[in-house]
């Protein structure tokens, strides 16, 4: 059997990058407290784990003021996107060889 996990990607692989990826899959975008929310991230934790996908490409950040306050939202680029999509399969490959 050839390498069954080759295409299974290391950016990938902390629940928290796992969860930003999944939540901006099926989401056009979503701001740092929604992802904080629906994580139950840490702000440091999500912050790091956003720029390590950033830092790949995966996703491109937004900052910006609404009002006052600052805002920060998360989209998923067409390489990200691609990706994640590669990931999931590799996953799925995975498990019914299992």
Same mark, same amino acid.
Do not use: C, W
């Given at each position: 059997?050839?390498?069954?996990?080759?295409?299974?990607?290391?950016?990938?692989?902390?629940?928290?990058?796992?969860?930003?990826?999944?939540?901006?899959?099926?989401? =056009?975008?979503?701001?740092?407290?929604?992802?904080?929310?629906?994580?139950?991230?840490?702000?440091?934790?999500?912050?790091?784990?956003?720029?390590?996908? =950033?830092?790949? =490409?995966?996703?491109?950040?937004?900052k910006q003021f609404i009002g006052k306050k600052?805002?920060?939202?998360?989209?998923?680029?067409?390489?990200?996107?691609?990706?994640?999509?590669?990931?999931?399969?590799?996953? =799925?490959?995975?498990?019914?060889?299992?």
């Amino acid at each position: 059997m050839k390498n069954i996990i080759q295409h299974i990607n290391k950016a990938f692989d902390h629940r928290i990058r796992l969860g930003i990826m999944s939540i901006l899959m099926v989401n =056009e975008s979503a701001d740092f407290n929604t992802l904080k929310e629906l994580l139950g991230a840490t702000d440091g934790n999500l912050a790091s784990h956003a720029k390590a996908l =950033e830092a790949e =490409e995966y996703i491109a950040i937004e900052k910006q003021f609404i009002g006052k306050k600052p805002n920060t939202s998360y989209k998923a680029t067409q390489l990200g996107k691609k990706a994640f999509q590669e990931h999931i399969e590799a996953l =799925e490959k995975l498990i019914k060889k299992s």
